[in-house]
């Protein structure tokens, strides 16, 4: 070990007046609470970000695809789009708006037609399944969220009423009795409430749409964080007809929000750091008032300015090591 370090460590660790004692723990302290800070609240940020990222692709595709006036002959649009480089699965789906009543009651209800076959390949629906099972779902039949079935007291077995109003003449034609067959739970409160999912040949029938139209198609990619690429090579392939929003488009303000608390968070942690520096630096200009026979005594036996001045940055060096580990 150089003289420099050895006198710094010795500085540090040697019997020394209360005061000092006391300023190198706080140093010490100060510099492990903002390392401390710095990794839970990272940590926590990490896992919270991507729990969101799980929750939101298992319950969306990672890619639409739609079209203003609907996808027609939507099996050759999948064709298509599974040569894409990236694409793993497709799946098509209807969804539009309708209303649930009961009790003499209706609420607004988002309603999904999908294929169960191909959906549980873009979607983690069949995980979340709580109650019955995706499979199940044929015509006349639906799945509901669990938030959804808590408020209205809904079972398996139990018959919904859906009111289409885009679907016919007023009256008994815009309804349609569908037998609840599942219940899923994603965690997220406002899918779990607002959204149920249906046969797409009953979605077609509700929607008064034709046997090979769709909505849009769903896509899989091979990993969401590159979505953005895939959804050029969708564009290359079908052109710009069609437009295609990633998992991140549909969700730009919660993510956004989520980048602005993230912002908020390094300028907290960042005031912390600049407090255990100065708990540091006020550390070492006491060490250094004390310790002005201590100079004297080494400028006369030949040491340079530099390597008094090395001897306690190393000081501040070995307070900012012990306070990370």
């Not at 406002?190 to 769903?218: P, R, W």
Request: one cysteine or more; a positive charge.
């Amino acid at each position: 070990m150089k003289y420099e370090k050895w006198i710094s460590y010795r500085y540090l660790t040697a019997s020394k007046t209360r005061f000092l004692a006391f300023l190198n723990i706080m140093s010490v302290a100060g510099v492990a609470i903002g390392v401390a800070a710095l990794i839970v609240v990272t940590a926590v940020m990490t896992g919270f970000g991507h729990n969101l990222q799980e929750k939101i692709i298992g319950t969306v595709p990672h890619l639409m695809v739609e079209k203003e006036t609907g996808v027609r002959d939507y099996d050759k649009v999948i064709t298509d789009i599974l040569t894409v480089k990236g694409v793993k699965a497709a799946s098509p789906y209807i969804q539009s708006n309708v209303f649930i009543e009961q009790s003499g009651k209706a609420m607004p209800l988002g309603l999904r037609g999908i294929v169960p076959q191909t959906e549980q390949n873009i979607t983690k629906v069949k995980e979340y399944m709580v109650e019955g099972k995706l499979a199940d779902l044929t015509e006349n039949t639906i799945c509901i969220g669990s938030e959804l079935a808590a408020y209205f007291g809904f079972r398996i077995g139990d018959e919904i009423t859906v009111i289409s109003p885009g679907s016919g003449i007023s009256g008994q034609s815009w309804r349609y009795k569908l037998k609840v067959i599942g219940v899923f739970s994603s965690g997220m409160a406002d899918f779990d409430m607002n959204l149920a999912l249906v046969n797409l040949a009953t979605a077609q029938k509700i929607f008064g749409a034709a046997s090979n139209y769709a909505t849009g198609i769903g896509i899989k990619t091979a990993d969401p964080r590159y979505a953005d690429e895939v959804k050029k090579n969708v564009y290359e392939k079908l052109g710009y007809g069609f437009l295609v929003r990633t998992w991140i488009d549909m969700n730009r303000s919660l993510f956004e929000a989520l980048f602005l608390e993230k912002w908020g968070l390094f300028i907290v942690l960042t005031l912390m750091v600049l407090v255990a520096s100065f708990n540091i630096i006020s550390t070492l200009v006491v060490t250094v008032s004390s310790k002005i026979h201590d100079i004297g005594i080494l400028q006369s036996i030949g040491l340079s300015q530099g390597a008094i001045k090395r001897i306690f940055v190393n000081q501040g060096l070995w307070i900012g090591f012990l306070g990370t580990f």
